[in-house]
């Protein structure tokens, strides 16, 4: 099992940061919104997450190494709390609302999220990276292993609140600063709409994170309940006429 999961992290670490390199050296959507762009393509919440992705899976091989090499107990410990606050925090819930709103939202007007004209600039294959695979990959990823939450439910709430609201103020400092917003749908809402959007967001964020609580959860029960039944003894039929008691 140690050997599968690193091979599926190694695996989904080289993907993501493949896209990267080639987003990076490859893809260039123009002045406005490409990497010669006010923050680059970091001011896109698609990019930091492709990212955040990146350095998970990341962590996740060095901690599967570090299992198989029989590295001191105390550091793999550490090793484990940080790499499961960052999945039960960032990584699973920044990774679902990105590919869900980005769907929603194309699925009313791509126009307001991924232009058309982008298709023939961004390689249908890294759009899917970016905007389906993390889903499938990191529900995979709860499926292989345990993730375990915060004890603090605040502590949890507290980092995706400075997350949400961090990322938030990025995205007035860019408009602020280059009088452009970084996502057209922000062109065709009004003041209030922009506001109900971005808090709306951060409730989005919130919500999916209590999501991958309630499935980390549900996961780890059947897998016990799997375990339970497959590794328990068949249990014998008595003889007729014979009671327990008599036994």
């Keep these: 099992m140690s050997l599968l999961r690193l091979a599926f992290h190694s695996s989904a670490a080289a993907m993501y940061w493949g896209t990267i390199w080639y987003d990076f050296h490859h893809i260039d959507l123009g002045p406005a919104i490409g990497w010669d762009a006010y923050g680059g393509k970091l001011r896109f919440l698609t990019f930091i997450d492709l990212v955040l992705q990146a350095l998970y899976y990341t962590v996740c091989v060095v901690y599967d190494a570090s299992n198989l090499a029989k590295v001191n107990q105390k550091r793999r410990f550490a090793m484990r709390s940080f790499r499961d606050h960052m999945f039960s925090v960032f990584v699973f819930p920044v990774g679902a609302f990105v590919v869900l709103m980005f769907w929603a939202i194309y699925a009313v007007d791509r126009e307001l999220i991924f232009p058309q004209f982008l298709d023939d600039l961004f390689p249908a294959w890294a759009n899917h990276v970016m905007h389906t695979v993390i889903l499938p990959v990191n529900l995979v990823e709860m499926c292989l292993d345990y993730h375990a939450h915060p004890?603090?439910?605040?502590?949890?709430?507290?980092?995706?609140?400075?997350?949400?609201?961090?990322?938030?103020?990025?995205?007035?400092?860019?408009y602020y600063k280059t009088s452009s917003w970084i996502y057209p749908i922000?062109?065709?809402l009004n003041g209030w709409q922009k506001v109900a959007f971005m808090q709306g967001a951060c409730v989005g964020i919130t919500i999916l994170y209590f999501v991958g609580e309630?499935?980390?959860?549900?996961?780890?029960?059947?897998?016990?309940?799997?375990?339970?039944?497959?590794?328990?003894?068949?249990?014998?039929?008595?003889?007729?006429?014979?009671?327990?008691k008599k036994l």
């Design 151 to 174: 004890k603090s439910r605040w502590s949890g709430l507290k980092h995706i609140f400075i997350f949400s609201f961090g990322y938030q103020a990025w995205t007035l400092w860019v």
């Design 214 to 244: 309630l499935l980390q959860q549900k996961v780890m029960r059947a897998k016990k309940d799997l375990q339970e039944t497959t590794s328990g003894a068949p249990k014998r039929n008595l003889p007729k006429g014979l009671s327990k």
């Design 186 to 188: 922000f062109n065709v």
